[in-house]
Structures are given as structure tokens and as C-alpha cells.
Nanobody
């Protein structure tokens, strides 16, 4: 089985920074594309950032210039660097990663368990 474990969330004051990590474990050959999503109380889950197989990145307008998505294929880890945090960034953040499995040599996407980010005024 493929599992994603997220870490790095917590409490931070407005203007502060956090870095979220998403570690992929299991019988995988490589990471393909991936992304970060967030869900605030009373709202639907929304896309925050994506990174493609070729390394191209895209961001929601609300985080453009403040957040940066990256990955370390050697560590099977996806990251989200979050700078200049605002109270409206408060949400549960979820990673989603597409991987090539060794077991059947097919690709599929998996969700992390979520990590809470709370930004105070």
C-alpha cells in the first residue's frame, strides 16, 4: 500500500512562515505530479498549488507570490513553503501525489491525512 504522511502544520502569527511536508511511503518507483489542497471551516476543499512531472508549478491567486511547492524525489517528499501567512490561510491542508507503483507498474493518486494550519491576527 502507498501512504502519505503530512507534517509541519501548527499555530503561527500573521506574517509568519511554515513548511509542510508530505512523505510518500510504500512500493513506489517514483513521484509524478502532485499538489496541495486546503479546506477551511464551512468551505469546500480548494486547490492551492500543483507541480507537474516536468516541474512546472501553478498556484491559486490567493497564494501567488507567498507559497512555493517543491519536491525531493530522492526522499519521496512533497513540500509546501508558506510565507507571509494571513488569517484567511487558516485551514486543514492536504497533499495529493500521483505515483508510479512498483507492484503493478501503474500510476495512481493518493491523499495525505491532512494537517491543521492556524494563522492568528
Amino acid at each position: 500500500q502507498v501512504q502519505l504522511v503530512e507534517s509541519g502544520g501548527g499555530l503561527v502569527q500573521a506574517g509568519g512562515s511554515l513548511r509542510l511536508s508530505c512523505v510518500v511511503s510504500g512500493s513506489i518507483f517514483m513521484l509524478n505530479g502532485g499538489g496541495w489542497y486546503r479546506q477551511a471551516p464551512g468551505k469546500q476543499r480548494e486547490l492551492v498549488a500543483t507541480i507537474s512531472l516536468g516541474g512546472n508549478t501553478n498556484y491559486a491567486d490567493s497564494v501567488k507570490g507567498r507559497f512555493s511547492i517543491s519536491r525531493d524525489n530522492a526522499k519521496n517528499t512533497l513540500y509546501l513553503q508558506m510565507n507571509s501567512l494571513k488569517p484567511e490561510d487558516t485551514a486543514v491542508y492536504y497533499c495529493n501525489v500521483n505515483v508510479l507503483r512498483k507492484t503493478d507498474w501503474r500510476s495512481d493518486s493518493y491523499w495525505g491525512q491532512g494537517t491543521q494550519v492556524t494563522v492568528s491576527s
